[in-house]
Structures are given as structure tokens and as C-alpha cells.
């Protein structure tokens, strides 16, 4: 999976719900949340533009055609992950709830569900980022000129799985 390197265990008030109850469940299960679409960094990030080295050229495959090009322009970051993390930290709770099938936090039976469920809703809204029609779909923070609807594999690949 890509790995945009960020921890959630700074989300206090979660974290010490889930630190409360460890006790009654023992520990926490580990959850990855993330795709394995190697364009993602670069959609996430953006890119600069791309040069061929020296006196050479850049070989692209585009509707069985060859195309050779010395220089191809970049694009700016159209991110779906952060906005989805920064979303989470605002308002742990609330973004559990309108991403997943919960109508309580209190009907989570126990962490192991909890941590599920972080996973999960992590996973739908990138998922709802990276495939908005409109800006207003989106999470919060993501820029209005994001691309519509990815038509790569993306969105398929976003998914969470179980670590540890």
C-alpha cells in the first residue's frame, strides 16, 4: 500500500476512549488503511513537471500508440487522504458516525470494533474524496479543481486490512 506515513495515535479524545476501555477488551487490534495504486502519491502530492535526462526521451503507451515526448508538464496535489485524516481529527466521533453504519458510538460492543470502524470509515471517505462529482462532495480541504471521479483503479484499491 502506498504509506503516507501518518499516525492517528495523536487523536486524544479517541485515543483515550480507546486507552479507557482497553482494560474490558484487552488490546487494540493495528488496521492499514490505504491503496496500492502506485499513481496515488502523485495524485495526493502532485508532481512537478517530468524531463528526459541528457539527449533522451520520455516513452508513453497511449491508445496503443507510442509517444515520445522530452518534457511532460506536472499537476498540482488533488488530495483524497489528508482531508479524510484532518476530517478524523476534527471530530473523531462524528466522522465514525457519518461513515459508517453506526448511530452511536456506544453501540461499538468493543475496541477491537472500534478500531474497525476507524478503519472503515477512513476507507469510505478517501474513497468518497477520490470519486467526488463536485468539490462539495468532498471532505473539507479538498481543493475545488480536484478531478472528477477517478476513472483508474484508485477508488477500488482504497481499502483497510487488519496488521496486528
Do not use: C
Request: no cysteine; hydrophobic share 35%.
Amino acid at each position: 500500500m502506498a504509506d503516507f506515513d501518518i499516525d492517528l495515535s495523536g487523536v486524544e479524545g479517541l485515543q483515550d476512549a480507546i486507552d479507557d476501555i482497553k482494560g474490558d477488551w484487552g488490546d487494540s487490534p493495528t488496521f492499514e488503511v490505504g491503496t496500492n495504486a502506485e499513481y496515488a502519491v502523485h495524485l495526493e502530492f502532485g508532481r512537478g513537471p517530468i524531463r528526459a535526462s541528457g539527449d533522451g526521451y520520455l516513452r508513453f503507451e497511449v491508445d496503443g500508440e507510442t509517444i515520445f515526448r522530452k518534457e511532460v508538464s506536472g499537476h498540482p496535489p488533488y488530495p483524497f487522504f489528508r482531508p479524510a485524516i484532518r476530517e478524523f481529527k476534527a471530530n473523531p466521533q462524528t466522522f465514525i458516525l457519518e461513515n459508517t453504519a453506526y448511530s452511536t458510538i456506544q453501540e461499538i460492543p468493543n475496541v477491537n470494533q472500534l478500531v474497525r470502524a476507524v478503519a472503515s470509515a477512513l476507507s469510505n471517505q478517501m474513497k468518497d474524496n477520490a470519486s467526488a462529482d463536485s468539490a462539495s462532495d468532498r471532505s473539507p480541504g479538498t481543493k475545488p479543481d480536484h478531478p472528477k471521479r477517478d476513472t483508474g483503479n484508485l477508488v477500488a484499491s482504497i481499502s483497510f486490512q487488519r496488521v496486528g
